[in-house]
């Protein structure tokens, strides 16, 4: 598992490699659909998400969320 804990916002991959996101979305830094703060875990499916690649890293900031999966990518 890995967390990163920005100033709005976490995120948490699960040990399938899928991410859990919560917290402020006004600009969409949770990478889902809406802008709506959400106060429970969101889902974000690797296998729709991240091109069924498992999530291995994350990193949160004041604004902003990423993820590096194991193929190497990067997505923000």
């Known amino acids: 598992?890995?967390?990163s804990?920005?100033?709005y916002?976490?995120?948490?991959?699960?040990?399938?490699?899928n991410?859990?996101?919560?917290?402020?979305n006004h600009v969409?830094?949770?990478g889902t659909s809406d802008v709506?703060?959400?106060d429970v875990p969101t889902l974000l499916d690797k296998?729709?998400?991240?091109?069924?690649?498992?999530v291995v890293m994350v990193s949160a900031g004041g604004i902003h969320g990423t993820c590096v999966t194991a193929d190497g990518s990067?997505?923000?």
Not at 47 to 54: A, G, I, L, N, S
């Open 5 to 7: 804990l920005g100033t």
């Open 74 to 76: 990067l997505w923000t």
């Open 36 to 38: 709506l703060q959400s």
């Open 1 to 3: 598992m890995a967390m």
């Open 19 to 24: 991410v859990h996101v919560f917290g402020a």
């Open 28 to 30: 969409g830094q949770l």
């Open 9 to 17: 916002l976490t995120l948490v991959v699960n040990e399938d490699g």
């Open 47 to 54: 296998d729709v998400v991240f091109d069924r690649q498992e």
